[in-house]
């Protein structure tokens, strides 16, 4: 993965951390911790999927559709 992406997935991470945090009411760190043990995560990790290069509403749908195990819409993100 290019410096590039690295600097885009760790941007993007620290946003929907941010939004978890807030709409979970929980620390920013225990956020982070739980978006990097996502599926979500771990897709936007992999250089392949070129999630990185996808939007943080879509980003942010697809962790909510994992979330609530709506592996269905979760797939179609």
């Known amino acids: 993965m290019s410096e590039r992406s690295d600097v ?3 941007i993007k991470t620290a946003d929907i951390a941010s939004r978890l945090s ?3 009411n929980i620390d ?3 956020a982070l911790r739980r978006f990097m043990s996502t599926k979500t995560y771990e897709l ?6 070129y999630l990185c290069f996808e939007g943080v509403e879509y980003i ?3 962790l909510n559709a994992e979330q609530h ?6 797939l179609e993100a």
């Open 60 to 62: 942010w749908d697809m």
């Open 69 to 74: 195990g709506d592996w269905e819409r979760w």
């Open 8 to 10: 885009i997935i760790e």
């Open 22 to 24: 807030e709409r979970k």
């Open 44 to 49: 936007l990790q992999n250089s392949e999927t």
């Open 28 to 30: 920013p760190t225990e």
